[in-house]
């Protein structure tokens, strides 16, 4: 029998014949029995046989598995599974492929990918029809950032698909694992890359990619053959019964401890480094304990099939081992919790379920979830008497309140604070994290059962599992996995070139500015204080802060795919949209703070427009960015042009009327408590989402995002005008002051009131430049947005022509 590792290496495998069969579509190949995709499966395997020997694995066994995966193909019966381990694989291909009514007979190139979001119906409304996925595009072949948006003439053909395979078959060359798991998952990594824009079916239901087919497959054949001890007949694995568990982990109180910060005073270096790592700190402790429950389960990465923003979802096998270990993992973190002040909650709920279940996906959601806020109701379960909780009286952490102080003496801080400085400060140098089950480079974070690490190039010693913190997908032997959890801090560096300044000529710039702290240095890779951010604003030195939340995504979750005849939702479509928005929002919004450049065209920026966005949103600072929200920080004129060019994303990227953003946009005193930051944004958010959703809320209105971007001109023109002194701060504060007078008048008759006080405040600004007099006249109109949502572009203005 084979172990566990082989078969989910082969689930993995089985369906990659489709690449091969449509790179080679109609062409006569002499060597192959036939033309079906599990022939090319097994000449796929078969090629890359050296690579499989040197892991240690048969290719011949390993392709006769893999291919021999379709019970139903009663006219091919070279093709249907004769050993428990093909039937492993076959069961496990059918549980994932719920959304197929039936495989034809070939695999034809020119379908595309049709973009998850299509097929939602959501508030009576579907995604828009008749575009596709570019599986290769200007930017690259396969997934890349900035690639994977839908477009009305996709490029999909059989040269296409070559041109994939010969990228696959490239990154294989080169990949030596060093181990089991390091195989599964470079071969992951591989696919990722290649296969995420690719249809896994082209005969029925072209939305769901090959990469998160293969991937769920290879999750449940792994799960399955644990079950069954890695020692089963095919009868026992055709019996259906509650073989699986799905486990659901969530970190309560993030928000909580992320903003739980009392100030740069403290000690321990500058906030932004500290707010930085404490954000990193959420994410990496969610990540940990999946990876942690996994480990002891015997199973890879690999089955942690959903998650993100600091709840994950997990397929184990339903075995007294795999609840042993969620016990433990209950009271190792609860442990972990209390030390930690519990500040940070962690909830742990799992339902058994059966291989018919997978039909039936949301509602074993549903079970999941409420198991899941039935263990909210008791935190800290391990618990068994009030004593446990009860610790010596000291002196509480200067920084966090939480923990106890190293020292009884004012200022002193914890460990967990003191560490904060240095992983901060690494945070713009690394590009990987490790998580490391015994020794692990220092400093480390110290979760149950791993020190994680933060990482550049490598480590030198081979981590459990590395994340990557880059694009990047090219095997090195290692078990690893892309995912930017490092996020974005902006750098000297950065603001040199932002400046156009030398060093000593920005150090001078900062010593009159009044925010040079020696202590802090002058080194390129240092981040950049909330104040020097602040000065790096065009305008009012000012802090901007945005908070955007990705509307009606449990709606999509719930009941998004829930058509009038049937329920499309199946275990792969919920995969594929967790992912495809885990990307946009932990990579493509990355991407547009480092390398606007990349988006040049798709946003339609002339050259003089990309140059400065190429200087300008570096600068931007990434408190979180992941799940389906995101909180940035900024000099404030960067960070509100990044807010419409990121909205402008998010409606291409989704292409449903439905799927849009709402959040705010507040200007702060550099200064400002970073929980008084946080709420302030919550609350504004909240006046967005209740005006309808879809909106911006900034200078005091919620702004839908489309009348938003018309309002820049105004903005811009106004600013012109203010500084070639054409209209005056005088006039521009009568204008405001008319609005906020007569606006929000209950009678409409009321609200007409201020035509002819502004038509006669107008007359001054026709002395000064009859033209602008013309362009203003528009205001005397109450229904033009430029009168609807005039405080917006006034103060926008008004703060961008301000000099201090």
Not at 641 to 651: I, P, S, V
Not at 712 to 740: I, N
Request: glycine residues 10%; contains cysteine.
């Amino acid at each position: 029998m084979a172990d566990g590792l082989s078969v989910a290496l082969a689930a993995l495998l089985h369906d990659v014949g489709k690449l091969l069969s449509r790179a080679r579509w109609n062409e006569r190949d002499e060597e192959m029995p036939d033309r079906t995709h599990t022939a090319y499966t097994a000449r796929f395997i078969q090629s890359q046989a050296p690579l499989f020997q040197r892991a240690g694995l048969d290719p011949e066994w390993l392709a006769r598995t893999a291919s021999r995966h379709h019970e139903g193909w009663h006219n091919r019966p070279q093709y249907q599974p004769d050993t428990p381990e093909a039937w492993c694989v076959a069961l496990a291909d059918t549980h994932a492929s719920q959304e197929r009514e039936g495989e034809g007979g070939g695999s034809p190139p020119e379908v595309p990918l049709q973009p998850i979001f299509a097929r939602l119906r959501l508030q009576g409304r579907e995604g828009e029809g008749g575009v596709g996925l570019s599986p290769v595009h200007a930017l690259g072949e396969g997934l890349v950032p900035g690639a994977p948006y839908p477009e009305t003439q996709p490029n999909v053909r059989k040269e296409v698909y070559a041109r994939l395979l010969e990228r696959l078959e490239g990154r294989l060359a080169a990949f030596h694992p060093q181990n089991p798991q390091g195989l599964l998952m470079g071969l992951l990594s591989a696919f990722q890359e290649t296969l995420s824009l690719v249809p896994a079916d082209t005969q029925s239901e072209p939305d769901v990619s090959l990469y998160d087919h293969l991937r769920l497959t290879a999750a449940i054949a792994h799960a399955l053959w644990r079950y069954h001890g890695e020692a089963p007949s095919v009868e026992a694995l055709r019996q259906d019964g509650e073989k699986f568990l799905l486990v659901v982990g969530d970190m309560g109180g993030i928000q909580g401890h992320i903003y739980r910060i009392a100030g740069a005073e403290t000690g321990v270096g500058g906030i932004a480094k500290r707010l930085r790592a404490r954000s990193l700190e959420v994410s990496l402790a969610s990540e940990a304990m999946a990876l942690g429950i996994l480990r002891a389960v015997g199973l890879t990465p690999l089955n942690r099939i959903l998650g993100a923003g600091g709840k994950f979802y997990l397929l184990l096998p339903n075995t007294e081992d795999a609840l042993e270990a969620l016990k433990e993992a209950q009271a190792a973190w609860g442990s972990w919790a209390l030390e930690n002040g519990a500040s940070l909650l962690p909830h742990l709920a799992w339902v058994a379920f059966r291989g018919e279940d997978f039909r039936r996906f949301p509602a074993l959601l549903q079970r999941a979830h409420q198991a899941l806020a039935l263990a909210k109701l008791r935190p800290l379960p391990f618990l068994q008497a009030t004593g446990e909780g009860v610790r010596e009286a000291l002196r509480p952490c200067a920084a966090c309140g939480l923990r106890p102080a190293q020292k009884d003496e004012p200022g002193s801080l914890c460990l967990g604070c003191e560490l904060e400085r240095e992983v901060g400060g690494l945070l713009p140098k690394s590009d990987r994290v490790g998580f490391f089950a015994e020794e692990a480079p220092r400093p480390f974070l110290r979760f149950p059962p791993f020190r994680v690490a933060l990482g550049q190039g490598g480590f030198p010693k081979a981590p459990f599992h590395t994340y990557r913190a880059q694009a990047d997908f090219a095997p090195d032997g290692a078990s690893f996995e892309v995912k930017p959890l490092l996020g974005h801090l902006p750098t000297v560096a950065q603001a040199l070139k932002a400046k156009g300044v030398s060093p000593e000529e920005y150090r001078a710039w900062a010593q009159e500015e009044g925010l040079w702290e020696a202590e802090e240095g002058l080194a390129l890779d240092r981040p950049l204080t909330f104040s020097e951010l602040a000065h790096l604003s065009q305008g009012a030195s000012y802090l901007g802060g945005l908070l955007l939340d990705a509307d009606r995504v449990g709606e999509a979750f719930a009941t998004g795919f829930r058509g009038e005849e049937r329920d499309l939702a199946t275990p792969s479509r919920i995969a594929a949209l967790s992912r495809a928005l885990e990307w946009f929002f932990s990579v493509e919004v990355l991407e547009l703070m480092r390398n606007p450049s990349r988006y040049q065209r798709r946003l339609g920026w002339d050259d003089l427009e990309a140059r400065r966005k190429e200087a300008r949103y570096p600068l931007l600072y990434s408190v979180y960015s992941g799940g389906d929200d995101l909180f940035l920080l900024g000099p404030w004129d960067a960070l509100l042009d990044f807010a419409l060019d990121l909205a402008e994303l998010y409606r291409q990227y989704t292409r449903h009327p439905a799927l849009t953003l709402s959040g705010a946009f507040l200007l702060f005193a550099p200064k400002s408590p970073v929980p008084q930051m946080a709420q302030a944004l919550q609350e504004a958010e909240k006046k967005a989402k209740g005006a309808g959703r879809g909106r911006l809320y900034l200078f005091g209105q919620a702004v839908p995002w489309g009348e938003l971007k018309g309002l820049r001109p105004w903005q811009e023109g106004l600013r012109r005008d203010l500084e070639a002194d054409r209209v005056s701060k005088a006039q521009v504060y009568r204008w405001l002051s008319l609005w906020r007078r007569f606006a929000a008048a209950e009678d409409e008759g009321a609200r007409m009131g201020y035509k002819p006080l502004l038509a006669y405040a107008l007359r001054r600004l026709r002395e000064r430049d009859e033209a602008a007099w013309k362009r203003y006249l528009t205001l005397l109109d109450h229904q033009d947005p430029a009168w609807v949502y005039l405080p917006v572009w006034v103060q926008w203005a008004l703060y961008r022509e301000r000099r201090s």
